[in-house]
């Protein structure tokens, strides 16, 4: 007589002898679990696109952590170049006068002076990384939809922060020399009084300079990342991320560049508009003065000043709010990367699936 089809429960294979026997007594079952809740961010390799809002979704999710911490290392950044800036003009005053009685010399030095402030804005592209590590930290917990405040993104850094901190330092510094390098044969020869050949040399040493930023910037993007992420050393996050970038390394040049670019066209479209609000209500400001019989050299000054303050307070929020989406962008690809390279995306779900 056949056996109850419930007896096949009870029951087991034995492979060397082909038969059916009794099932060990308190066999383990597998037990039903709901599906781990869908994050913020996919566990899975992003589409190119979809990397893009990454970004976004990140300054939405954690707004205080990315924004926030932004805007106080950018407003912490404009106080140390301005008091920079003013220590030197305060030292060099003497230096300074002669310049400007001289039109020639004075024409110079606003073409230094303004390959300076150039040369700053693209150095200071190094922030991106102390903030990308602190948005690994908020892309982390958005996988797992878990809500990251500033204080938490703060504590969950700690150990790695000075690290963090020389990290940015040695990039900015690096991208410095590289510029000094590239532009010293231009000073050589503008020192034995060759004006043409120097201004020569000074294009294509800028142009060297570009190429080599934006390769340098490329290779070492994930720096920050693997430092806050993976607690690793300098050293070793410098040749984690070279190797991480040396694959898919035009997806990732695409995807940091066309997101920087797009960043900045959307902070113009939203900045532009204020700044010209701002001047406007200063001439309307300066009119209603002088119409009415208040002195109109007080008010102008007046105005100037309210407006330099409103327009330095947009600038900076603006900043904010673009560095903030360049370093969520940076530390979303990074993941993307991660999971593309390593198979990330199952060291996430294994997790989830633990915790549900």
């Not at 000054?301 to 947009?314: D, K």
């Amino acid at each position: 007589m056949a056996e109850p089809p419930s007896a096949a429960w009870a029951a087991r294979m034995d492979w060397r002898s082909g038969t059916l026997v009794a099932a060990a007594p308190g066999a383990p079952r597998v037990e039903w679990r709901p599906p781990p809740r869908p994050g913020v961010l996919s566990r899975r390799p992003l589409r190119f696109f979809e990397g893009l809002d990454g970004g976004f979704r990140l300054i939405r999710f954690a707004p205080a952590l990315t924004v926030g911490l932004s805007a106080i290392v950018f407003t912490l950044w404009t106080l140390l170049i301005g008091v920079v800036i003013s220590g030197l003009a305060w030292a060099g005053t003497g230096f300074l006068s002669e310049v400007f009685s001289d039109p020639d010399a004075a024409a110079g030095f606003s073409i230094v002076a303004q390959f300076g402030a150039f040369a700053l804005s693209i150095s200071s592209l190094s922030l991106v990384h102390l903030l990308a590590g602190v948005g690994a930290v908020a892309a982390r917990a958005a996988f797992d939809s878990r809500r990251m405040t500033l204080r938490a993104g703060w504590l969950a850094l700690r150990g790695v922060r000075l690290r963090l901190v020389l990290v940015t330092g040695l990039l900015g510094l690096a991208h410095l020399l590289a510029l000094a390098v590239l532009l010293l044969p231009a000073l050589v020869v503008a020192g034995l009084g060759q004006s043409t050949a120097s201004l020569v040399l000074t294009g294509l040493g800028l142009l060297g300079w570009c190429a080599f930023t934006l390769y340098f910037a490329l290779r070492t993007a994930f720096v920050g990342c693997t430092v806050a992420h993976e607690r690793r050393t300098i050293r070793q996050a410098f040749v984690r991320s070279w190797r991480l970038t040396g694959s898919g390394f035009w997806r990732t040049l695409g995807q940091l560049l066309l997101g920087w670019y797009l960043s900045n066209q959307l902070v113009s479209i939203i900045i532009t508009p204020l700044v010209v609000i701002a001047y406007v209500l200063t001439i309307l400001a300066v009119i209603i003065g002088i119409s009415s019989g208040t002195g109109g050299t007080v008010m102008l000054l007046s105005a100037l000043a309210v407006v330099a303050v409103v327009v330095g307070a947009l600038t900076i929020a603006a900043t904010a709010v673009l560095f903030a989406y360049l370093a969520g962008l940076v530390s979303v690809v990074f993941f993307d990367r991660l999971m593309r390279a390593e198979g990330y995306d199952l060291v996430l779900l294994r997790q989830a699936e633990a915790e549900a």
